[in-house]
């Protein structure tokens, strides 16, 4: 028995090509979920990183010549 693909090619493959092709996605699906699972970890952590640095950074207050910075009495 012969399927044709759902990826729009219409030649007709074998049971077995079929599976081995579906098997091989599915593999790449999974490695790929692990891959963005990575990433979101990652880019949460570095997130996080920044927050933290923005957070520790003094901010500075800009003040015209002959004025007082506010909080200086």
């Given at each position: 028995?012969?399927?044709?693909?759902?990826?729009?090619?219409?030649?007709?493959?074998?049971?077995?090509?079929y599976?081995?092709?579906?098997?091989r996605?599915?593999?790449?699906?999974?490695?790929?979920?692990?891959?963005?699972?990575?990433?979101?970890?990652?880019?949460?952590?570095?997130?996080i990183?920044?927050?933290?640095?923005?957070?520790?950074?003094?901010r500075?207050?800009?003040?015209?010549s002959?004025?007082?910075?506010?909080?200086?009495?």
């Open positions: 028995m012969a399927r044709i693909p759902e990826t729009g090619d219409s030649s007709v493959v074998s049971m077995a090509e599976d081995k092709r579906a098997k996605i599915s593999g790449n699906t999974s490695e790929i979920a692990e891959d963005l699972k990575k990433s979101r970890q990652a880019t949460s952590l570095r997130l990183e920044t927050a933290e640095r923005k957070a520790s950074t003094p500075l207050t800009l003040v015209g002959g004025e007082e910075p506010a909080g200086t009495d």
